[in-house]
C-alpha cells in the first residue's frame, strides 16, 4: 500500500477554473514536499510545508499542511495551460523521502 | 552553480546488456537518493546513498541492481543483464544533508530503454 495517497490521479480543468489536489499520509507528517513535473522531464520543487496549519503560496499555487489529519491540499486558482503537468507530494519516512503516485493535471483551452 | 547533472539522458541497451547511468550531485552534496519512474507512474524509491556509503537500498531489486556513491566522481546506478521491463526513467535527487528540512535537488533523468 501506498504511504502517501494522492487524490485525485488526474484531472482536466477548464482554464480559469480552480482545482485542488490533496495528500494523504499513513504516517505522521514531519514535513511535505509539492513538487511538479512536466512530461519526459525532471521535477521542480514547488514548495516545502513543515508546521501545522502552515501554508504557502507562490503564484496561483497554494499548499496548505494539516498535520492533525496527516494531510496536505494543493490548491490552484484560475488554472492556466502552463499549469498542467504531473503534480507529486513527498514526505520522508526514516531514511527515504518518498512520493505519492502524482495527480496528472491537464487544462484545457 | 551547476544542478544536478545525469547523463546520459537517453540510453538505449538491447536485452542482456548492462546499463551504467550517472548523476553528479549539486556540488558540495554527500546525498544521493536514486528513483525509477515507469510509464504513467509516480517515483518509487530505490536507493539513498551517502559518500561511499549505501544507507537505504530497500527500494532496490535485488537481483542485477547496484548502486554506488565513491568518495570522489558521480554517483553510479548500474544495471546489469537489463531487460524489458527496467525500460524506465531513472532520476537521481541530492541534498546536502539528509532532506528532512531541506529540499532535494533534482536532476532531469535518464531515460533507459531496454530493446
Not at chain 2, 66 to 75: H, T, W
Amino acid at each position: 500500500s501506498q504511504e502517501l495517497e494522492q487524490s485525485p490521479q488526474s484531472l482536466i480543468v477548464q482554464e480559469g477554473k480552480n482545482l485542488t489536489i490533496n495528500c494523504t499520509s499513513s504516517k505522521t507528517l514531519y514535513g511535505l514536499y509539492w513538487y511538479k513535473q512536466k512530461y519526459g522531464e525532471g521535477l521542480i520543487f514547488l514548495m516545502m510545508l513543515q508546521k501545522g496549519g502552515e501554508e504557502k503560496s507562490h503564484e496561483k499555487i497554494t499548499a496548505k499542511l494539516d498535520e492533525k489529519k496527516q494531510q496536505s491540499s494543493l490548491h490552484i486558482t484560475a488554472s492556466q495551460p502552463s499549469h498542467a503537468g504531473i503534480y507529486l507530494c513527498g514526505a520522508e519516512y526514516g531514511n527515504k523521502l518518498v512520493f505519492g503516485a502524482g495527480t496528472i493535471l491537464r487544462v484545457k483551452s | 552553480n551547476a544542478g544536478v547533472m545525469q547523463n546520459p539522458r537517453h540510453l538505449v541497451r538491447r536485452r542482456g546488456q548492462e546499463a551504467r547511468l550517472r548523476c553528479s550531485p549539486v556540488k558540495g552534496h554527500s546525498h544521493v537518493y536514486w528513483y525509477r519512474q515507469l510509464p504513467e507512474e509516480g517515483l518509487k524509491f530505490m536507493v539513498y546513498l551517502q559518500k561511499e556509503n549505501i544507507i537505504d537500498e530497500s527500494g532496490m531489486p535485488k537481483e542485477r541492481f547496484s548502486a554506488e556513491f565513491p568518495k570522489e566522481g558521480p554517483s553510479i546506478l548500474r544495471i546489469q543483464q537489463v531487460v524489458r521491463g527496467d525500460s524506465a526513467a531513472y532520476f537521481c535527487a541530492s541534498s546536502p544533508r539528509s532532506a528532512f528540512y531541506t529540499e532535494a535537488f533534482f536532476g532531469q533523468g535518464t531515460r533507459l530503454t531496454v530493446v
